[in-house]
């Protein structure tokens, strides 16, 4: 049973290729089968411990090292190689931005199998740390102990944790002192929080016996300064809930939502659930070329805020558009894309499935008293039928920014149908991307391409394509 076998092998002297999925470095073993190992940088020569067998591949980490990458640099984070995120951050930036371009140009050639144009260069972003707009920490009463403290004899005190779950350990947090993603107030608030819920003794959520009061916290932040928080709270225990908001609203004024959640469901997600506002009002306002744009607890909103304006930017200018054009923005979200270029187009149609995303982009287009963009709700593949094209106007541009699992065959079908000169696609997975630009390989051709790095540190990369009517 191939699945099964876990035999601990030690390969000596391994050199580390190349920059692989999810953030983790390839190599090759001397049998040839791929090695993936985590924490590592292309270019370092290891001894690796495997500690999983398949039959093409093995996981394993680095237990010595022989020679360090010209491309690795020290990381600023006390957390790095325990916490989840942010695992590139002992690699160059400017290679971090290389392996990105290359990755986006082996999945479009590789999965597309298309003619491509020249790449242009990846947009590297002017913030490598503190770029986030939103974090979410997790609470535990049971927090990831390091080896050292599994060892020892000690008593360890208080297991309480505020922060990020331990990768593939659904029930482990780890402890986050100081996050390096947000800027502040964000790790103020955070230890604030766990401060004061330790001084009084609140219960931390645990998640093997789904008990506890304090579950999550969410903070938004944007460059207007404005700045968002939300307590998740498991038990509905009003006198304690009171005490930490109060608390958190006198100690940080500056915050312009302060809201909360009571959620005994199973799992922790927030959309299906009421949020109530406790002080101040139930969105936060960002800015953008003079735009507002609205954000409550539940929209979705580029996480990177100045990295968001230059990938709308790039959209805007792939599109060419000269105010003549009725312009279709699939997936348009809360609408913050087709408002962007509706200054430039004649009309300009949104399409999105999450009805409370409708709402704030017709919200967010009547505060920036923009009369020439109209949105709707439904299913892409259902609403974006012939009937829809024949009541709004045939388009002469399509901005699609879907989800990570690409287009439905549906959509790219109509698409294929209507025939727009001109599509734009934005992808945050451009693998899916590849796949759906070979579907369309038959009626346009792929004329510009610029992938656009969203998550320094990380292996996530956005990337914006042109194709034009053949």
């Not at 957390?79 to 290359?102: P, T």
């Not at 390096?180 to 230890?191: K, Y």
């Not at 958190?248 to 909360?260: C, G, V």
Request: with cysteine; hydrophobic share 35%.
């Amino acid at each position: 049973m191939g699945r099964k076998n876990t035999d601990k092998v030690v390969f000596h002297q391994i050199q580390v290729l190349d920059a692989g999925a999810k953030g983790v470095s390839v190599a090759k073993a001397p049998d040839g089968k791929v090695i993936f190992i985590p924490n590592v940088v292309p270019g370092d020569v290891v001894d690796v411990q495997t500690f999983k067998k398949r039959k093409a591949y093995y996981e394993g980490k680095a237990v010595k090292f022989h020679e360090l990458s010209e491309y690795r640099v020290d990381p600023i984070c006390e957390h790095f190689g325990v916490c989840g995120g942010c695992k590139w951050q002992n690699m160059k930036y400017s290679q971090q931005l290389a392996f990105k371009q290359n990755e986006v140009k082996n999945h479009l050639q590789r999965i597309g199998k298309i003619e491509l144009p020249e790449f242009e260069d990846i947009l590297g972003s002017e913030k490598q740390f503190f770029y986030r707009n939103k974090m979410e920490f997790s609470f535990s009463n049971s927090r990831w102990l390091t080896e050292k403290e599994i060892g020892s004899t000690e008593d360890l005190g208080n297991r309480n944790a505020l922060g990020f779950h331990i990768p593939k350990m659904w029930d482990k947090i780890l402890d986050i002192n100081k996050c390096h993603l947000q800027e502040d107030p964000s790790n103020a608030i955070r230890n604030e929080i766990r401060a004061f819920a330790n001084e009084k003794n609140m219960a931390f959520f645990n998640p093997r016996e789904h008990s506890g009061l304090l579950r999550t916290v969410m903070i938004r932040t944007v460059s207007t300064g404005e700045i968002m928080v939300l307590i998740q709270f498991f038990e509905d225990d009003k006198e304690n809930r009171e005490l930490i908001l109060d608390h958190l609203y006198e100690k940080f004024p500056q915050i312009t939502s302060l809201q909360y959640v009571v959620n005994g469901k199973q799992n922790d997600t927030i959309y299906d659930q009421d949020v109530v506002l406790y002080k101040g009002r139930d969105y936060i306002l960002e800015e953008m070329e003079g735009l507002k744009f609205s954000i409550n607890a539940k929209s979705f909103y580029q996480t990177n805020s100045d990295q968001a304006y230059e990938l709308y930017k790039i959209t805007r200018d792939f599109a060419g558009l000269t105010g003549n054009e009725t312009v279709y923005d699939l997936y348009t979200g809360t609408g913050t894309i087709a408002q962007f270029v509706s200054k430039k187009a004649k009309k300009v149609i949104g399409v999105e499935s999450v009805p409370e995303a409708i709402l704030d982009a017709k919200a967010n287009a009547q505060r920036n008293n923009i009369t020439n963009c109209e949105f709707f709700v439904g299913d892409m593949k259902v609403v974006f039928n012939e009937a829809f094209i024949a009541q709004h106007g045939k388009p002469d541009v399509i901005i699609t920014d879907p989800p990570r699992d690409g287009m439905h065959k549906d959509v790219v079908e109509q698409i294929l149908k209507i025939a727009p000169k001109r599509v734009v696609y934005v992808s945050c997975n451009s693998a899916t991307q590849a796949r759906d630009l070979a579907l369309m390989d038959e009626k346009y051709k792929v004329t510009r391409v610029r992938p656009v790095d969203m998550f320094p540190q990380t292996h996530h990369v956005e990337n914006v394509v042109l194709l034009e009517l053949r």
